[in-house]
């Protein structure tokens, strides 16, 4: 008969296989959606566009999507740091411990995290708008 510890453990592990499952089927499904994934949204609200001769067409309602450098990069440090502890944990001599993360991947992760934040600064602050350059009317 399990001891309690073991009986625990395999409840652990199925509720975090339910978790997977119940996450990839919605992934799958649709109710999750990943359309813009790897887009960020410029602040670009309120500000004009223009008619061909420089009068006032209409205001912008909504931000601009635009394809995000910076999403792809922190998404795959994240999925590469994540693989490689993964295989750091299936290939552990010591049953029962964890091992060490390596101050290299967590400088690099903090890194790319600086840089996600850095591009997500610059969209926000400092928008381009082509259809205006120059006019703030």
Not at 5 to 28: D, P, R, S, T, Y
Not at 87 to 107: A, F, I, R, Y
């Amino acid at each position: 008969m399990p001891g309690i510890v073991q009986l625990v453990a395999w409840e652990i592990k199925g509720f975090l296989v339910a978790l997977a499952a119940i996450v990839a089927g919605q992934l799958l499904g649709g109710q999750i959606s990943t359309k813009h994934l790897l887009y960020g949204r410029k602040n670009d609200t309120g500000q004009p566009v223009n008619n061909p001769d420089g009068t006032l067409r209409y205001r912008k309602t909504e931000d601009t999507l635009y394809f995000s450098p910076e999403r792809v990069q922190l998404l795959l440090m994240t999925l590469g740091a994540a693989f490689y502890y993964l295989t750091q944990v299936l290939n552990n001599s010591t049953p029962g411990t964890l091992p060490d993360v390596p101050t290299s991947w967590t400088t690099a992760l903090g890194g790319s995290n600086a840089l996600y934040l850095g591009g997500k600064t610059l969209s926000r602050f400092w928008p381009r708008d082509e259809n205006s350059k120059g006019n703030t009317t």
